[in-house]
């Protein structure tokens, strides 16, 4: 059974930092390229960041490129986002998600769809306020 954890939520001042974390299980992490996707109250999905199978390719929404950094450890199957320099904006929940197609080339947030991906875990809350 596929499942995706997130952890690493919370209530972050402005200008701060928080590091989302994403456990894998039940399928070859590796084989797979990971998103992050966020969803403020009332709004539609954003993807955030794409990593490849292999960590060395990477895309960013520009609203978050140069502040966050999105990393996955295959040897741990876990997927990572370093959040930095925080804002009310970024305000939103964060879920991990797992591309459907195995041993896809790199992807990138640009035209992403709900329907690429089709494993998604529950979702962390990131609240940036103070």
């Known amino acids: 059974e596929v499942q995706l954890v997130e952890s690493g939520g919370g209530l972050v001042q402005p200008g701060g930092s928080l590091r989302l974390s994403c456990a894998a299980s039940g399928f070859t992490f590796s084989a797979y390229v990971m998103s992050w996707v966020c969803q403020a109250p009332g709004k539609g999905l954003e993807w955030v960041s794409v990593i490849d199978r292999g960590g060395d390719i990477t895309s960013y929404a520009d609203s978050v490129k140069d502040r966050f950094i999105i990393s996955r450890d295959n040897a741990k199957n876990t997927l990572s986002l370093q959040m930095n320099s925080l804002k009310p904006e970024d305000t939103a929940v964060y879920y991990c998600?797992?591309?459907?197609?195995?041993?896809?080339?790199?992807?990138?947030?640009?035209?992403?769809?709900?329907?690429?991906?089709?494993?998604w875990g529950q979702g962390t809350q990131v609240t940036v306020s103070s």
């Open positions: 998600a797992k591309y459907k197609l195995a041993y896809s080339f790199s992807r990138t947030v640009a035209g992403a769809t709900r329907d690429e991906y089709d494993y």
